[in-house]
């Protein structure tokens, strides 16, 4: 996974994390975890299994967003900012 931060300022932020740090299954039962003790009104009731089912998808879907060219998230602000994430 590849996290890209740019400031208008000029600062720039790379960050590189092995996909399987990111998406394996401790990860899933944290997130759950996570999400359930600090988002409690949300309404998102999400489980470990589920979040699991997501890492997956997002690992089979790493080889069809490179050959399409598209990036997980992408957003740019009006003040310069910038962040990408890709795999």
Known sequence: MH????????????????????LNPIVAKIG?????KNAPDSGLDISAAQL???????KRGHRLLRERGLHLVEVSEKD????????
């Open 32 to 36: 759950a975890w996570s999400i359930r």
């Open 80 to 87: 310069g900012d910038y962040v990408l994430v890709d795999f």
């Open 52 to 58: 699991r089912h997501l890492f997956r998808e997002l």
């Open 3 to 22: 996290i890209v931060v740019k400031e208008k300022e000029g600062k720039r932020i790379n960050i590189r994390i092995p996909n399987g740090l990111v």
